[in-house]
């Protein structure tokens, strides 16, 4: 079973950076499609970036252009590089696993870390 640990999490202001990372359990993970989501308080839980093991990248209207995700299979991680924060991307950040390919819909993942914090504020 695949098991994910994000870290990278924090506080940050308006305009700022900031890079997440997940790291996987197994040796086989570039066999699997990883995704991003987000979750802020009161708000359901929503896409942000996802890459398949072919290294395919989709991304959301709101990550378009200011996130990047990519990953390391070499060292079973993944990443999501965060730029131009704003203060609604304040949520917390979660990965996502599954068989080959990446997914917008979170109903798809059966594997999932426990959530880094992001929060965005002046």
């Known amino acids: 079973q695949l098991q994910l640990v994000e870290s990278g999490g924090g506080l940050a202001q308006p305009g700022d950076s900031l890079s997440l990372t997940c790291t996987a359990s197994?040796?086989?993970?570039?066999?699997?499609?990883m995704g991003w989501f987000r979750q802020a308080p009161g708000k359901e839980r929503e896409f942000v970036a996802a890459?398949?093991?072919?290294?395919?990248?989709q991304y959301s209207d709101s990550g378009k252009g200011r996130f990047t995700i990519s990953r390391d299979n070499r060292k079973n991680q993944l990443y999501l590089q965060m730029n131009s924060l704003k203060p609604v991307d304040t949520a917390a950040y979660y990965c996502?696993?599954?068989?080959?390919?990446?997914?917008?819909?979170?109903?798809?993942?059966?594997?999932w870390g426990q959530g880094t914090q992001v929060t965005v504020s002046s």
């Open positions: 197994e040796n086989t993970f570039l066999n699997y499609g």
């Open positions: 890459i398949g093991s072919d290294f395919t990248t």
């Open positions: 996502a696993g599954r068989a080959w390919f990446g997914s917008r819909s979170s109903s798809e993942y059966p594997y």
